[in-house]
């Protein structure tokens, strides 16, 4: 796919330093490498550097910008045939293959972020990987690799997105807890950590609790306004008769 891609972007003539610039302001880590192509192919290699098996957002981006139709024919017939590949194929056949979506990104600890799910990698698809990483985290992270057992997925994004990232792991992590998330970890640091497989049934138990707790506040309440008309009606009653007799 990517020489179809690369050979109809030369096709299209693009002036260099226009595409030299456009690819910085996608991704200004690649400015050092850019700045040393002198022409479109050295530059397109770049590029593809940046591409992998589920990631070829790096070519759409250009494609998209200088309109070039005979690439964009290319990546819609890829993405096509990948998405029926990744719905169809389960995750054990990408174990521990590498998956970098990029050449640039450092695998410095600090900027990678691993999510352990309890799934079955027979059962799962990469296409469901893809689909739950896109709800979570958008575009901020690129999957690396995928570790066996229970499923482990290693991804890296740039370090000054972390707390972006965080922030969005935060806000969804219900959803993920959902999907039977284990274990995520940014950095060197466990964000989150099922305690065991009884926690489930534990956190149940606790919605639960809240619940009834929440329902028998509102009975006291209920109840204490209840004894409150009593106790007034008692002490208007009380007061009346006082009246009666003096």
Known sequence: MSSNVCEAIED??????????F???????????????????STLSVVDEECSLVDIEPFCGVVEQFKIEAADKHIKEYLDTSKEYFQSNPIADYLKKELKASATYPSLQCETITYVFDWKPDKKTLDDIKDILSMTSGKLVKIRYINGGSISIT???PYHLTGVLITQLMDNLQFLKKNDLKKLTIGY???????????????????????????????QKED???????????????????????
Request: proline share 0%; charged share 45%; aromatic share 6%.
């Open 155 to 157: 991804c890296s994004f």
């Open 12 to 21: 299209a003539k693009i002036e260099l330093k226009k595409l030299k610039a």
């Open 23 to 41: 690819i910085i302001s996608m991704n200004n880590e690649l400015k050092e490498k850019i700045q040393q192509c002198e022409d479109i192919s």
């Open 189 to 219: 640091w466990i964000m989150w950590e099922r305690e065991g497989k009884e926690e489930k049934e534990t956190e149940q138990f606790l919605e639960e609790k809240e619940a009834k707790i929440s329902l028998k506040e509102e009975y």
């Open 224 to 246: 204490c306004f209840e004894k409150k008309d009593i106790d007034e009606n008692q002490k208007a009653e009380a007061e009346k008769q006082l009246i009666l007799k003096t």
